[in-house]
């Protein structure tokens, strides 16, 4: 099958990758629990009761073992569905569940080549509806796990996502003389900067980037080619403001 030979060579997820990305996520926000450990307590996700501590680890293995093998043989959409919808269900960690189990849904697609260029998140679309997002993984359970309402509800958020993305580079595009340029994340933050703001000094922009004035330069210069942006003023006080 297509998607099995595409992944053939995918690296391996294990425990200790999960457990690292937790850690990541978690460190400093954990209201129970430590960050990077699964957990060791009982929880609850308002009616539904989630598996005994002691069994997480043995079914977040399964989920990994799916996860090397016949994940790969779905369509990306679906097995990142899947495995978002399942490793909230085993919430196995004391807190961060959900912002882990949507970071692995993206990892999913990402890792798929889903994307090449990491310019979109779904996160937006589960934000923007909380009551909707946790109905929807209710609704599972209401099924007796049935995940076909799950999927529906996954594949539309992707679409709109993706839908808003495309949108959002016809406008960059347009705006840039039909000069195609793709963004890299620094450089739309920077663009959205500079359309909040009366133009920036560079020293401004290094700082709000976290970068060097060498690695600001070379993530300005492409913008400046393209039209997107424009230097105004003398050499001591320019300042780069968005192009009209």
């Known amino acids: 099958?297509?998607?099995?030979?595409?992944?053939?060579?995918?690296?391996?997820?294990?425990?200790?990758?999960?457990?690292?990305?937790?850690?990541?996520?978690?460190?400093?926000?954990?209201?129970?629990?430590?960050?990077?450990?699964?957990?060791?307590?009982?929880?609850?996700?308002?009616?539904?009761?989630?598996?005994?501590?002691?069994?997480?680890?043995?079914?977040?293995?399964?989920?990994?073992?799916?996860?090397?093998?016949?994940?790969?043989?779905?369509?990306?959409?679906?097995?990142?569905?899947?495995?978002?919808?399942?490793?909230?269900?085993?919430?196995p960690f004391a807190d961060g569940n959900g912002r882990t189990g949507r970071t692995i849904a993206l990892w999913e697609l990402y890792r798929r080549g889903f994307d090449s260029h990491h310019i979109f998140s779904v996160d937006e679309f589960y934000g923007s509806d909380r009551p909707r997002y946790y109905a929807a993984l209710?609704?599972?359970?209401?099924?007796?796990?049935?995940?076909?309402?799950?999927?529906?509800?996954?594949?539309?958020?992707l679409e709109k996502t993706l839908d808003k993305v495309w949108r959002r580079i016809q406008t960059i595009v347009a705006q840039s003389s039909g000069k195609t340029i793709f963004l890299q994340p620094k450089q739309e933050k920077l663009l959205r900067l500079l359309e909040n703001q009366n133009g920036s000094t560079p020293r401004e922009i290094w700082a709000a980037l976290g970068m060097t004035r060498q690695g600001a330069a070379k993530l300005i210069k492409p913008l400046l080619e393209a039209g997107l942006m424009r230097r105004v003023g003398g050499k001591k006080t320019g300042r780069y403001i968005r192009s009209d």
């Open 1 to 91: 099958m297509r998607f099995i030979e595409k992944n053939a060579g995918l690296k391996r997820i294990h425990h200790e990758h999960l457990l690292k990305l937790h850690a990541i996520i978690a460190e400093g926000v954990m209201d129970q629990g430590r960050a990077g450990q699964y957990r060791t307590i009982g929880v609850r996700v308002g009616r539904f009761v989630p598996p005994p501590a002691n069994e997480v680890s043995g079914f977040v293995h399964e989920l990994l073992t799916w996860w090397n093998t016949r994940a790969g043989g779905l369509s990306p959409v679906i097995s990142s569905a899947v495995l978002h919808y399942r490793f909230e269900e085993i919430h």
């Open 138 to 157: 209710e609704g599972v359970r209401r099924a007796g796990g049935d995940l076909t309402t799950w999927l529906e509800y996954a594949a539309e958020g």
